[in-house]
């Protein structure tokens, strides 16, 4: 089946820096998703991405469809301490009533004041 | 936030005992998915429903069985709990393929 890396696993920076994770697959998605997940939480939508080669922004959030459908990025600028959380990327596949997505690993994100 | 509530968000049960979840949304999305988060493991589909009495099974279903009577309730069983089992269980709602989440249910089988 289909199947997302999602790297880096984990990152500790400083406040202030900037971010960067990314999500890989060797299948083609139609769709885009990255949600933040905080410790005894579900996972929260960030930004969707419905058309390869866009490019959206959320706030200090930026993420992009690649354009072979198959990867996806995103960025967060100037981080600040409530950033801390996993961030997970997720595809859409399939149509007509039988849309699943799925889930990369996630990507554990530390930020030391 | 989206309207969906899980219950219980937390249980502890005994292995062969049966355990019923339930997921309820208020914005009448017609999909309605059941996950299980694992570490190492990331999100996985359980089972999904399209629609009132239609469902299908997910990647992970064995063990598990879902019903759903109504459009804001999507039940999930396990009809003899195993310690394998012993996860957090989250519920989410689509109504155009973006998924929404719930908050979760901690789930341990002894």
């Known amino acids: 089946g289909q199947q997302l890396n999602q790297s880096p696993q984990s990152m500790f920076i400083q406040e202030g820096e900037d971010v960067s994770m990314n999500c890989t697959s060797s299948?083609?998605?139609?769709?885009w998703l990255w949600y933040k997940q905080e410790p005894g939480e579900g996972p929260v939508l960030l930004i969707a991405l419905y058309k390869a080669g866009e490019l959206t922004s959320n706030g200090r959030l930026t993420a992009q469809f690649g354009i072979t459908r198959k990867d996806s990025f995103l960025n967060i600028s100037a981080s600040i301490p409530s950033d801390v959380g996993i961030y997970f990327c997720?595809?859409?596949?399939?149509?007509?009533?039988?849309?699943?997505?799925?889930f990369g690993k996630g990507t554990k994100l530390t930020v030391n004041p | 936030d989206a309207g969906i509530t899980q219950s219980p968000r937390h249980k502890v049960t005994e292995t062969g005992t049966p355990v019923t979840l339930r997921c309820h949304q208020t914005e009448n999305h017609r999909y309605m998915y059941w996950y299980r988060q694992d570490p190492g493991h990331g999100l996985r589909l359980i089972h999904y429903s399209y629609g009132v009495k239609d469902t299908d099974k997910g990647e992970v279903s064995d063990g598990y069985s879902v019903s759903r009577s109504k459009t804001e309730d999507f039940l999930l069983t396990l009809e003899s709990a195993t310690s394998s089992q012993t996860s957090v269980y989250f519920c989410?709602?689509?109504?155009?393929?973006?998924?929404?989440f719930g908050p979760g249910t901690r789930l341990t089988v002894l």
């Open positions: 997720a595809g859409l596949v399939g149509q007509g009533g039988s849309e699943k997505l799925v």
């Open positions: 989410a709602i689509s109504g155009h393929n973006e998924q929404f």
């Open positions: 299948s083609i998605f139609n769709t």
